[in-house]
């Protein structure tokens, strides 16, 4: 009986390797071949990213600079879209006074390129109203004038204006003129806290200082000392 089941097995076992010839076959010294089944995956299609954002509102954390350019002539803000955008800075645009006041109150910029002569309410009046809103004091606002007389460069300054510049705008050096007052604006927080700080302390410790110059005869004193 035995002797008749070895070649029962061996038969059985040829005729699954014709009805499947991908098993393996594990008789002693056979070489066992196998298939190699390829997962393929569908990848969707790479699509570019917009590179122009939205300014983000007050509330969200910003990347880069954003500065409120104010004119009425498209072409100008156009062109220093244009450069600014280029330079890492975000960009938002007012073509009025008004506009230019609202946007101010919902995106609180970090610096403001405004246009002296506009329909409307001009450029002086925008930079005045600018300088009484929250915040308002320590924001770097450039003004853009087509006038050189030093009459409307001293009307820009007693406005508020931080600094002012000269149409036609050289937009290639635009982007370093505000690099500088950011950088200009930033040193002046950083001195004013740090000052708000020392008086603060003086109060809670009820200090003073003084300080006396023999050469010029002056003597000045911090506020604490006449309180």
Request: hydrophobic content about 40%; overall charge neutral; aromatic content about 4%.
């Amino acid at each position: 009986l035995e002797q008749d089941r070895e070649p029962r097995r061996e038969r059985e076992a040829d005729h699954d390797r014709e009805a499947d010839p991908r098993r393996h076959d594990a008789r002693p010294g056979s070489t066992a071949i196998s298939s190699l089944r390829v997962a393929t995956t569908s990848v969707a299609p790479w699509r570019p990213k917009s590179a122009r954002r939205e300014a983000p509102p007050m509330s969200e954390p910003r990347h880069k600079p954003l500065v409120l350019v104010v004119d009425d002539d498209l072409s100008m803000r156009m062109l220093a879209n244009e450069a600014l955008c280029s330079s890492e800075f975000e960009v938002i645009e007012a073509s009025s006074g008004e506009r230019a006041l609202a946007l101010w109150r919902e995106h609180a910029p970090d610096l403001v390129l405004l246009d002296v002569v506009m329909d409307g309410m001009n450029g002086h009046e925008v930079c005045s109203r600018m300088r009484q809103l929250p915040g308002g004091k320590t924001v770097p606002i450039m003004m853009m004038t087509g006038r050189e007389d030093l009459e409307s460069v001293d009307a820009a300054f007693h406005a508020g204006a931080t600094d002012f510049i000269t149409k036609p705008v050289p937009y290639a050096l635009l982007p370093h003129r505000l690099r500088y007052l950011l950088r200009a604006a930033s040193a002046f927080r950083v001195a004013h806290d740090g000052a708000l700080r020392l008086a603060r302390a003086h109060r809670l410790a009820r200090l003073a200082q003084w300080e006396m110059s023999l050469p010029r005869g002056a003597l000045r004193w911090s506020d604490e000392v006449t309180e």
